[in-house]
């Protein structure tokens, strides 16, 4: 029997962040972001992220397409926008055109209001097993504000409140 991988997952705390990026297509613009719990610091110099999406994600087609995108980090008030994002394509695309966003001067991509925020171009992509880890150079970056953390743990979206972090 194969071992219960999701079922022991759950117990890992992760980080909750928006991607976002776009497709230009003859009449504009279109962006999209999706809820992501895998961005991972890769290296410092150079800068390098990288994030884990589905091989049959269409955000991962226009990610690709672009080699652009932006993530933004998510503190707890934006446990909804979260939920919204973590949807399907066409749910989410009402979403988007109302997210509190604007383009990166970098990358064009959506840059939330959120705690922090990357900008990123493609360095590499592999696929692996039923995703494709994407790498990315950050080339632009900027921490707003410290407040409680969003974690996603159990399934569920979680503050993490700004003592959990001090020892006492």
Not at 29 to 52: E, F, G, K, Q, W
Not at 75 to 91: E, M, N, Q, Y
Not at 104 to 119: F, K, P, Q, R
Request: hydrophobic residues 40%; proline residues 6%.
């Amino acid at each position: 029997m194969p071992p219960d991988l999701r079922g022991v997952m759950r117990n890992f705390a992760t980080g909750v962040c928006v991607a976002t990026t776009y497709s230009d297509r003859a009449d504009g613009r279109r962006h999209d972001a999706v809820t992501i719990n895998s961005l991972t610091s890769v290296s410092l110099d150079p800068p390098l992220v990288s994030l884990c999406l589905r091989l049959d994600s269409a955000f991962l087609v226009d990610l690709l397409a672009t080699k652009k995108w932006a993530v933004s980090i998510l503190d707890s008030p934006a446990r909804d926008i979260a939920g919204l994002l973590a949807k399907d394509r066409r749910t989410r695309a009402d979403t988007v055109g109302a997210l509190p966003a604007s383009p990166g001067w970098h990358t064009g991509a959506l840059v939330l209001d959120s705690a922090s925020w990357l900008e990123c171009v493609l360095w590499d992509s592999f696929d692996l097993g039923d995703h494709t880890l994407v790498v990315g150079e950050v080339v632009a970056a900027d921490e707003r504000r410290h407040g409680p953390a969003l974690v996603f743990l159990h399934g569920g979206y979680h503050s993490l409140d700004e003592q959990a972090g001090n020892p006492p």
